[in-house]
């Protein structure tokens, strides 16, 4: 079935430092991957997008790679800030019709003083 | 701001009733999405129309409905509303999800439903 993971729940880190957040898919025909950050009672604001046909895709402190074969994909923050802290969600679009997506489960980054 | 528009805001109500969320999506685009965020379930996709029509449909439940009409806003009606549904609803927008290649799809507000 249609299914997205993604580590940690939780992140916590010194600002300054660098972040990660890894997602995993099911269906290897998946062809787009957009991420999404939701700060506390706000709409999920895109971020950063990435389609099957590129492996790395950065703006600003903020890159995705992709690596098809083994279907995962992740979020790079560098430099991180306080204004980093939020929810992060990756998704993916499966084929079958229509532009749906497929959230994961989502990724709380705390990033400390 | 995003360019979607989604009222109310808020919206309390009780058991066994039935609200109609609104949803006008971006100036320019065609296709409208759905979504659920509840605190144990994450955000689900419900159903997505295009251009008037129903073009794909997540897990959403049969007291649930939705419609897109021509000036392309969409309602999504809820009925016999059950303490569970309470949650945020994500309505978002995109240009025309088959041309071209997958185009990015853009967040309301959203709309916090409260069933007491």
């Known amino acids: 079935g249609e299914n997205v993971e993604q580590h940690p729940s939780t992140l916590s880190v010194q600002e300054g430092d660098s972040a990660v957040i890894k997602c995993t898919y099911s269906?290897?025909?998946?062809?787009?991957f957009p991420w999404y950050k939701q700060e506390l009672g706000k709409r999920p604001q895109l971020i950063i997008d990435?389609?099957?046909?590129?492996g790395e895709k950065k703006d600003q402190r903020i890159a995705v790679t992709l690596n098809k074969t083994a279907k995962h994909f992740s979020l790079h923050i560098t430099e991180t800030q306080p204004e980093d802290s939020a929810v992060y969600f990756c998704?993916?679009?499966?084929?079958?019709?229509?532009?749906?997506?497929?959230f994961g489960t989502g990724t709380q980054l705390k990033v400390e003083l | 701001d995003s360019g979607v528009t989604q009222t109310p805001k808020h919206l309390i109500t009780a058991t066994g009733q039935r609200v109609t969320l609104r949803c006008s999506p971006r100036?320019?685009?065609?296709?409208v999405y759905w979504y659920q965020q509840s605190l144990d379930q994450g955000l689900q996709f419900l159903i997505q129309?295009?251009?008037?029509?129903?073009?794909a449909k997540g897990n959403i439940l049969e007291r649930f409905s939705a419609q897109q009409f021509p000036d392309l806003h969409s309602e999504l009606n809820l009925s016999s509303l059950e303490l569970g549904d309470s949650a945020l609803y994500f309505c978002?927008?995109?240009?025309?999800?088959?041309?071209?290649?997958?185009?990015?799809?853009?967040f309301g507000d959203g709309t916090r439903l409260s069933i007491l």
């Open positions: 998704a993916a679009r499966f084929t079958g019709g229509g532009n749906k997506l497929t």
């Open positions: 978002a927008s995109s240009v025309d999800p088959e041309q071209g290649g997958n185009q990015p799809q853009h």
């Open positions: 129309y295009y251009n008037g029509e129903e073009r």
């Open positions: 269906d290897s025909a998946s062809n787009y």
């Open positions: 990435i389609r099957s046909n590129v």
């Open positions: 100036s320019g685009d065609l296709s």
